[in-house]
């Protein structure tokens, strides 16, 4: 009997323990604040970019191959190094190339000889004809003579030309101006048409080649501005649209789009930077970034802090600007819309402005 004695007085207080830990464990009351960020409603300006980004290449930038075959015997130039059109970047064996030219060159000149032969007796004929001194037959062998020596002269020329070109590229002629910024061969390589020799960069200015898409492209223009930015540097730089496509890309719907920067000892060839094409300027628009803006059944809201609530008003959007949308009705400049906190929001929730 003592036992169920005590068990009935201690009855009470095992309630009054599990009633306040309950009471303890309860979520904070409803009338608690939630803390958001707010910003005030403005007509403000905003300006419109187009955004791309790409890398940079040389205003030439072109890999040389070679125009012959053999074994290369001195390079002139080293990577790095500048070259002119027409310089000469290093020499492949070519003395018997050397040796068809001395041939092609006094070919050329027995032809020259018999060219200029066969014109004196052409034109003695043509004059003794005249004066009937000659029959026509006599006329015809010597205009037969000239015609033929005028072939055999053209065709030594053309033969000399071949000879000293082949005698010129074996020397390995730079095609265009510019910096070696990659040279691929080396003295005693032997090389052979198509081979590659060494890649020329023009770096004095930079071509930034990237694209656009067909709802962007009517808004470029030849010479407007861009500004560059490469990661890691701060810097901005100025360019200019050099050139786009009025048709697209094969298979795309993207317009080829070059923007020309000068380097000013900082880009590079190779670099990928990003750009921005200022399309449009906007003043006194109401606008506030997407992210403010919650979505619910196909509508648009905002919310907006009165006092010590948040009011949640459906709004109706404009254009998209960027990162930016356009608002054009159901709120009003001055107003102070949530920006941060709005994810647990209701109509009339209270809330805390945080700062």
Do not use: H, W
Request: proline share 3%; with cysteine.
């Amino acid at each position: 009997m003592r036992k169920i004695y005590i068990f009935a007085l201690l009855v009470p207080f095992i309630i009054s323990a599990c009633g306040k830990r309950n009471t303890a464990t309860k979520g904070p009351a409803k009338d608690d604040k939630q803390a958001v960020m707010v910003e005030e409603l403005s007509l403000r300006p905003l300006d419109e970019f187009i955004s791309v980004s790409g890398k940079l290449e040389g205003i030439t930038d072109l890999t040389m191959s070679s125009e012959t075959a053999g074994r290369i015997l001195q390079l002139y130039k080293r990577l790095g190094d500048r070259v002119d059109k027409g310089e000469r970047l290093g020499k492949v064996e070519n003395e018997i190339l050397q040796i068809r030219l001395d041939q092609a060159e006094a070919a050329l000149l027995s032809a020259e000889t018999s060219l200029d032969n066969a014109r004196r007796n052409l034109n003695y004929a043509e004059a003794s004809k005249t004066k009937n001194l000659i029959s026509d037959a006599e006329f015809n062998t010597a205009l037969t003579a000239f015609k033929s020596a005028k072939a055999g002269f053209d065709g030594a020329k053309a033969a000399r030309e071949a000879a000293k070109l082949a005698y010129d590229n074996s020397y390995l002629l730079a095609p265009e101006s510019g910096i070696i910024s990659n040279l691929m061969v080396s003295a005693g390589q032997y090389i052979n048409p198509g081979t590659p020799i060494a890649k020329i960069t023009d770096s004095s200015s930079l071509i930034l080649k990237t694209g656009v898409g067909e709802t962007q492209i009517g808004k470029l223009s030849k010479g407007q501005a861009a500004e560059i930015r490469y990661l890691g540097n701060e810097r901005k730089f100025n360019g200019r649209i050099r050139g786009f496509g009025i048709s697209p890309l094969t298979n795309t719907a993207t317009y080829a789009v070059e923007i020309e920067v000068a380097p000013q000892g900082v880009l590079m060839p190779g670099m990928v930077v990003s750009a921005k094409i200022l399309t449009q300027r906007y003043q006194n628009l109401l606008y506030t970034a997407i992210p403010n803006i919650s979505k619910e059944f196909g509508k648009n809201y905002l919310y907006v802090v009165q006092g010590d609530k948040a009011i949640k008003k459906e709004v109706l959007l404009g254009k998209i600007i960027g990162e930016n949308v356009e608002i054009l009705s159901g709120v009003e400049a001055g107003e102070m819309i949530v920006t941060t906190g709005s994810e647990n929001l209701e109509d009339g929730s209270p809330v805390q402005i945080r700062k």
